[in-house]
């Protein structure tokens, strides 16, 4: 659906996703997963409570609905990567938040010589862009009837997949685990604390243009090697310009939310926002979830029916209505239903007892 055949508004959706979303928003992500560290450090010592034992808990709790999630949902799973990241992350968790940033520096550099060095291969061998795109077709023929067929099918279909999203993972982790050193940094040095935080400043202008004239130019060259008018050969190349400015883009559109949380509206876009951010985990796997359904033998079975501009449409309303839903649902309870899951793994239900008598002891006593 995104090839030469397709349509103009799939050609546009699939550039302009790749130019402006791919890579930018899961190194967002990653980053909070690096900067909650600190939290979840300072919970555990709150609580009196082995920190080592509570995270390791906590991984391995992320990695089996990772798992389940990869198998039943979507190969494309990010939580087992994060958990084995979060590895790293708690080895490397005593070292001086400059050393994290020149780690994360590193990482990004040197991906970017793998990928420019694979890029440059492919560049110079002829054909080679034809072969992958023929053996590509071939593959996705065969996945689509596995998703069309019944639940048997569908799970094949995401063993099949893993395979390729297991070596993209190894492939593309150092560039999530350069954002997880980042945000653990960024939180070492307080650069998000609340009471440091003041409307946009001259440095934040600075990193916002800076962001902008880094990272807007790699994301369209990005999108051009990947959907022309570069051809096949050039893709690698794309992806190492991509690893090397999408953090600048990133950094740009989190300086942006920044500055409209500081303004005028700031309190209503927080508060649209939160109760999303407050069950996140839960979002993420019913995201999944609503897709699978759509697509798979689960439900409607569409899969390979529907260009990228219908299922970017698409994927703004499931949000949408995702944050819909947030709003009326967390008002009521303390954490979404994956959250409370993955809390009781890590032995959190246990933990908050004393705390949830205190916060009614101190609704009931006289003001």
């Known amino acids: 659906m995104e090839g030469a055949g397709a349509a103009p508004w799939d050609r546009t959706a699939a550039w302009l996703v ?24 300072a919970a555990a ?7 080592a034992r509570r995270h390791a808990r906590r991984l391995l709790g992320l990695f089996l609905l990772g798992l389940a999630h990869a198998l039943l949902l979507y190969a494309g799973d990010i939580l087992m990567t994060y958990a084995v990241l979060g590895l790293v992350l708690f080895a490397v968790r005593k070292a001086d938040p400059r050393a994290l940033l020149g780690m994360a520096v590193a990482l990004v550099v040197l991906l970017t010589a793998v990928f420019v060095v694979i890029g440059l291969v492919a560049s110079g061998t002829e054909g080679a862009g034809q072969v992958s795109a023929h053996a590509l077709k071939e593959m996705q023929a065969r996945q689509s009837a596995w998703f069309r067929g019944g639940a048997g099918g569908v799970v094949h279909a995401n063993i099949s997949a893993y395979r390729q999203a297991f070596a993209g993972a190894l492939l593309y982790g150092p560039h999530l685990l350069a954002a997880m050193l980042t945000g653990l940094a960024a939180a070492r040095l307080g650069w998000l604390d609340p009471a440091r935080s003041t409307p946009p400043s001259a440095a934040g202008r600075r990193l916002l243009r800076l962001g902008l004239l880094i990272g807007l130019p790699g994301g369209v060259l990005t999108a051009m090697c990947s959907y022309g008018p570069l051809d096949a050969r050039y893709y690698y190349l794309g992806q190492a310009v991509d690893i090397l400015t999408a953090p600048a883009l990133s950094a740009a ?42 697509f798979t033998g689960y439900g409607l079975a569409r899969y390979g029916t529907l260009g990228p501009a219908a299922l970017a449409c698409g994927c703004v309303v ?39 008598v205190l916060a009614a002891s101190s609704k009931a006593r006289p003001r």
């Open 253 to 294: 559109y989190a300086t942006v939310l920044l500055s409209l949380l500081h303004g005028r509206f700031g309190p209503r876009i927080a508060g649209a926002l939160a109760p999303a951010g407050r069950m996140s985990l839960s979002n993420y796997l019913f995201q999944s979830a609503a897709l699978a359904f759509v």
């Open 318 to 356: 499931l949000w949408a209505a995702q944050l819909a839903v947030s709003a009326r649902w967390m008002p009521h309870v303390r954490y979404g239903p994956v959250e409370n899951v993955l809390r009781r793994v890590t032995g959190g239900r246990r933990r908050h007892r004393s705390a949830d």
């Open 18 to 41: 790749t130019a402006l979303v791919t890579t930018k928003f899961y190194l967002l992500f990653a980053f909070l997963f690096g900067h909650g560290f600190v939290f979840q450090e």
């Open 45 to 51: 010592r709150r609580d009196g409570v082995p920190f």
